[in-house]
């Protein structure tokens, strides 16, 4: 079975931080250019960063900039998303997701496989 499986995320102070980790199985990851998004309730579904096939290319919103950290290990088939300074907005659920392209674009229509989640919840 074709998935991809996050995990990492939780409750943290403001300030504080969270790795989470977007794992694939069923399918070789080196070949996918992945994404995360979030959904916070009642809002849209947002691009928040991603990472090209190769590695090369990362892209991040303008809100995470500085504070958020893409990253992947192709022998671990798995893609991290390093958070810090996190702020009670950062608050939503992650979704991972995979394109099979080598750019990396934040669009979610860009993506057809996707995970089923991890909330973060940043407050004090």
């Known amino acids: ?4 499986v996050e995990s990492g995320g939780g ?7 969270l790795r989470l980790s977007c794992a694939a199985s ?11 998004f ?8 947002e691009g928040v ?8 290319s990362t892209n991040y ?5 500085g504070r958020f950290t893409i990253s992947r290990d192709n022998a671990k088939n798995t893609v991290y998303l390093q958070m810090s300074s996190l702020k009670p907005e950062d608050s ?8 099979l392209r080598p750019d990396c674009p934040l669009r979610r229509q860009s993506y ?13």
């Open 1 to 4: 079975q074709l998935q991809l």
């Open 11 to 17: 409750l943290v102070q403001p300030g504080g931080s």
């Open 26 to 36: 069923g399918f070789t990851l080196a070949y996918y250019a992945i994404g995360w």
């Open 38 to 45: 979030r959904q916070a309730p009642g809002k849209e579904r």
């Open 49 to 56: 960063s991603c990472i090209s096939r190769s590695g090369g």
């Open 61 to 65: 919103t303008g809100s995470v900039k």
């Open 92 to 99: 939503a659920v992650y979704y991972c997701a995979a394109a």
């Open 112 to 124: 057809d496989r996707w995970g089923q989640g991890t909330p973060v919840t940043v407050s004090s």
